[in-house]
Each structure stands twice: as structure tokens, then as C-alpha cells.
């Protein structure tokens, strides 16, 4: 089946080669005209895929905890508060953590400035209904580097698994980089390229693994990374980032689309799939750790949720109600929290970075 936006990328191809799985990353989800944001609601039962915001209320909730911690352990500022939020989705997450956030800490609610880095005009108009009630407070840009400067708490959930990867496949020859051309039938089709990857950044020396390994790397989201860390270290504050991936470097292929809820080819059909790959927390961390700024941990999203009181939160929340809504809130705690297939407890990860150094629950304190 072929795509507005598969045409296009074919007619890339013939006039220009080959192009780069970073590349064919950023055209399937950015391309202006075809592009998966540019042009689809993928978000809830009707769209593709549910964030954590859209499963329940309680996720954002104990994110605008985290949040009011993290801002009382950096001493309560008042001055140039910035609360970020970089692709915000439908604003859900936004929503559920300025009303905790109004209740527990009024002066941090007062002044905090809301900005939400988002490139997608139509998601715009989407998160300015959800936030309307608080409709004075939030401002929008298009580039984090825009955002005003001042002491930041900053949420980027889901984030960088939708920023472009670059691939490289085991061949006699070595690590070459994968690409994506036409085959035989002109049809889209995995390839391999003349670059080679430094061997230093493999996870161990090459040399025992099988033909067809796959290692990624990902160049935008290190420098992504090294952006908020600079930010923090220059005015102060703290970042929680929370997507799938792992904790330490290793092989694989992560690179997955998703349609309709459910697994897709990821050359079959681009501008109409999301396209995502999972995230190395470690690579992450090393780039925080050498842009100065404080690892505060990085634990999976079930242990960082009931570390800081979902259980709880969620048993007051179902006091007094029907019994069937009752079962549908402890299903979306083991959904957020909960280990197994279908639920996000222990794919996804939470990291939390700061500066300067502050100890923040749940993370233990890392020397």
C-alpha cells in the first residue's frame, strides 16, 4: 500500500539516493505537508497510540509532586520560574499537574510561568482548549531554546523516542549504516550505506556479533539532552524525562511503527504510522553528566510512581465510588505501573537531572 508521503519519499530517493534512517525518521513524522504530527490526532482510543496523561489523572498528579518536591528541595524560588513542557501532547499532562501543583504549593502556582515547546499548530489549538481554564499562565513557542530563561522544572514525557536515530548493521566488512532505498519492485526497502561507526561507541569491541546486528545511535537526542542540562546548570532547577528504552547501552533494533494500536512495518506506510525507537538512558546520562549537571537516578516508571504515593493517591481517589469505577482506577495504576505486557511499568523509564545538586525522592542519592 503506498502513502501520499511513500511517494514522495521514493521520488527523494531516485532523484537523491538512499536516505539515512535519520532522515526517513524526520520525513515520516515532520514532513510539513504528509508528516504523521503535521496532519493526524494520534493520541487516545482514536488515534494510535494512549499516553500515560491519557490513561488516568493520576500519572500527571504525581508528576506535579514531583514537581512541587523539586522545587521546595531548590529552596522555594519565586523569581523567573519556568514550568517547561516539551511535546505536550493534548495538554493532559499539563492540566492534572497545575491543579496539584495550585493545591499543594499556591506560591509556586502563582509564579510559575507555563511555557510548552510545541511545533505542531494543530496540537497547539488542541492544548489551548484542554488548558484553557488556566489560559493566562501558559505561553507556546516552537524551539526550547526560545523559552525564556530563569529557574526551570521540566517534564519531557515521551519525547525522545519520537526524535530521529541513526542505525548502523553488522557486515563482513563491519558497521555500516543502514539505509532506506527501493527494491527490485521499487518498492521501500532496507539497505546499507558506505559509513562506518567509531568503534569506540559500541557497547563492547566489535568482533562476536552475528551478521544483521543492529546498533543505534542518536545524535539529536544528545544534543536535545546537552540543551536542558546547559539550561539547568546556567539557571537552576530540574528535568524529569520519562519514555520507554533501557538503562544500559546494548544492540537491537528499536526502530517500530505503530498504527491503530497496533505494530506496523515501519516502511509501510510512512506519514501514517507513528514512528518511534526506544531510548538509551545511558547514553542520555553520560551527556547530562559531561554537560555538568547532577544524575539524580533513573528508575522504572512503576517504582518512580509508587515511590512517590500513586497507591495511596489512587485509594483516596476511589473512596466512596462505585464499585466499577473503582476497578477502572486500580486497572490504570496497574497499567501505568504494573509489570507485563500492555502496561508501562518497567518498559519506561523516569530520569531526573538537576542543578545544582539537590537529593529528590524517590531517586537515591548517587555520588
Not at 162 to 182: D, N, S
Not at 230 to 242: S, V, Y
Not at 276 to 302: M, P, Y
Not at 306 to 318: K, N, V, W
Request: hydrophobic share 40%; net charge negative; with cysteine.
Amino acid at each position: 500500500m503506498t502513502t501520499p508521503l511513500s511517494d514522495k519519499i521514493k521520488n527523494i530517493i531516485r532523484h537523491n539516493g538512499p536516505l539515512s534512517i535519520t532522515d526517513y525518521f524526520a520525513i515520516c513524522l515532520a514532513d510539513p505537508e504528509h508528516g504523521y504530527y503535521m496532519t493526524r490526532e494520534p493520541f487516545g482510543r482514536t488515534g494510535d497510540f494512549i499516553t500515560a496523561p491519557e490513561i488516568s489523572q493520576l500519572f500527571g498528579e504525581m508528576l506535579g509532586i514531583f514537581m512541587v518536591h523539586a522545587w521546595q528541595q531548590h529552596g522555594s524560588p519565586l523569581e523567573n520560574v519556568r514550568l517547561v513542557e516539551i511535546g505536550p501532547g493534548r495538554g493532559t499532562l499539563m492540566l492534572d499537574m497545575l491543579r496539584v501543583i495550585s493545591k499543594l504549593a499556591p506560591q509556586l502556582f502563582d509564579a510559575a510561568h507555563v511555557h510548552l515547546v510545541e511545533t505542531s499548530e494543530r496540537l497547539r489549538g488542541v492544548q489551548r482548549i484542554t488548558l484553557e481554564s488556566y489560559s493566562a499562565k501558559v505561553s507556546w513557542f516552537g524551539d526550547f531554546e526560545e523559552v525564556p530563561e530563569g529557574f526551570t522544572l521540566l517534564i519531557a514525557n515521551e519525547l525522545f523516542d519520537a526524535i530521529p536515530i541513526r542505525q548502523f548493521v553488522k557486515t563482513p566488512t563491519g558497521f555500516r549504516e543502514r539505509l532506506v532505498t527501493l527494491d527490485a519492485n521499487d518498492e521501500l526497502a532496507f539497505g546499507v550505506g558506505v559509513a562506518t561507526i567509531d568503534p569506540a561507541v559500541l557497547p563492547a569491541p566489535p568482533g562476536h556479533e552475528p551478521e544483521g546486528t543492529i546498533f543505534e545511535i542518536a545524535p539529536a537526542r544528545q544534543a536535545v539532552m546537552q540543551t536542558l542540562s546547559e539550561r539547568l546548570r546556567h539557571h537552576g532547577g530540574t528535568a524529569a524525562i520519562i519514555d520507554y528504552g533501557t538503562m544500559v547501552t546494548s544492540y537491537g533494533d528499536t526502530l517500530q511503527a505503530v498504527l491503530r494500536h497496533q505494530f506496523d512495518d515501519p516502511l509501510a506506510h510512512p506519514g501514517e504510522a507513528d514512528l518511534t525507537s526506544h531510548v538509551d538512558f545511558e547514553d542520555l546520562a553520560k551527556v547530562a553528566r559531561a554537560s555538568g549537571v547532577q544524575i539524580n537516578g533513573c528508575l522504572r516508571q512503576g517504582d518512580f510512581l509508587y515511590g512517590l504515593g500513586i497507591a495511596e493517591r489512587a485509594s483516596r481517589l476511589a473512596k466512596d465510588k462505585p464499585f466499577e469505577q473503582q476497578k477502572l482506577i486500580a486497572a490504570a495504576v496497574d497499567r501505568l505501573a504494573g509489570e507485563g505486557a500492555g502496561k508501562m511499568g518497567e518498559l519506561f523509564k523516569v530520569m531526573a537531572v538537576s542543578s545544582p545538586n539537590v537529593p529528590l525522592a524517590p531517586f537515591r542519592k548517587i555520588d
